[in-house]
């Protein structure tokens, strides 16, 4: 098992002194497959795989009865135990390059220090090694695009240097917090064909963080769906259009249809009891 989460609570402190619970008693497992996590923004995604590689500000409130990371233990990893996992065997892929990327350097730099960090090498090596990530992720004139700063590409050749980045020390497991979520419907799609096929191909394990229900039932081979910090259901993605909890249902009722339009989408009426189920 690639992942193992059981019982995950975090908590931040609130002004009145107590403790605010965000995410409530999360359990995920995860081997060489795709697993989404899908939910309303707030309800626990990013912060539970940031737990994962222990990404959490200082003064979050972190419990469980097991966080591991192929067999690691992450709840006693020290500081210099987790840089050999963060980035080397796993990789995180944030939602917007714009504030990931390096504004000052170029993208060739920023990909060739990833890579020389986990692997070493000379500075050509690593420009060469760059250049070739760049062609991997499908960018059309590699040589001439590590060249380029981040602000003289578009979002979607921003997001696969990233990509690249992640890439570079050929990790084990891939997190993807709502990679395509500032980018068009075309350059979405081909992100996420890109990102199918590398971890496809590398017999990676992928952790998927989307409010894309249809992305995530595409892509993905299970689903977790969160709600206030719980995780409400979890089915096989093929299943999603016949998820059976309130909620989930709700989310796929909330959706526009080019099929069955309507003049007005119902709003999700939530219940207290879903998060006694």
């Known amino acids: 098992m690639l992942v193992n989460i059981e019982n995950l609570r975090i908590g931040f402190p609130t002004r009145s002194g107590g403790m605010s619970e965000a995410v409530k008693g999360v359990s995920l497992h995860l081997g060489q497959e795709k697993l989404g996590i899908v939910g309303e923004s707030g309800s626990g995604k990013s912060l539970t795989a940031r737990a ?4 959490l500000p200082p003064q979050a ?6 966080i591991s990371f192929d067999g690691i233990d992450i709840l006693k990893a020290s500081e210099r135990g987790m840089r050999q996992i963060r980035g080397k065997r796993a990789g995180f892929i944030l939602q917007d390059p714009k504030y990931s990327l390096n504004p000052v350097k170029t993208i060739g730099s920023q990909v060739a220090e990833s890579w020389r960090f986990h692997k070493g090498g ?5 420009r060469e090694a760059a250049i070739d990530l760049l062609d991997k992720v499908q960018i059309r004139n590699p040589r001439e695009v590590a060249k380029s ?15 690249a980045m992640m890439l570079a020390p050929d990790p084990e497991l891939l997190i993807a917090d709502e990679p395509t979520s500032a980018l068009d419907a075309t350059v979405q799609a081909e ?23 249809p992305l995530v039932s595409h892509f993905c081979d299970r689903v977790a769906v969160m709600y206030a910090g719980h995780i409400v259901e979890e089915l096989q993605a ?8 309130p909620y989930t249902r709700g989310l796929l009722n909330c959706m526009p249809s080019l099929i069955h339009p309507r003049d007005e989408l119902p709003v999700l009426k939530r219940d207290p009891e879903w998060l006694k189920s």
Not at 149 to 163: A, D, F, K, L, N
Request: charged share 25%; glycine share 8%.
């Open 238 to 245: 093929s299943e999603l259009a016949r998820a059976e909890h």
């Open 52 to 55: 994962l590689l222990k990404l």
């Open 61 to 66: 409130n972190v419990t469980a009865d097991a």
């Open 149 to 163: 700063y981040p602000h003289e590409v578009s979002g979607g050749m921003g997001q696969r240097v990233m990509i």
């Open 191 to 213: 992100i996420m064909r890109l990102i199918d096929e590398l971890v496809s191909e590398r017999g990676m394990g992928l952790i998927m963080i989307s409010h894309d229900l």
């Open 122 to 126: 000379s500075r050509h090596e690593a």
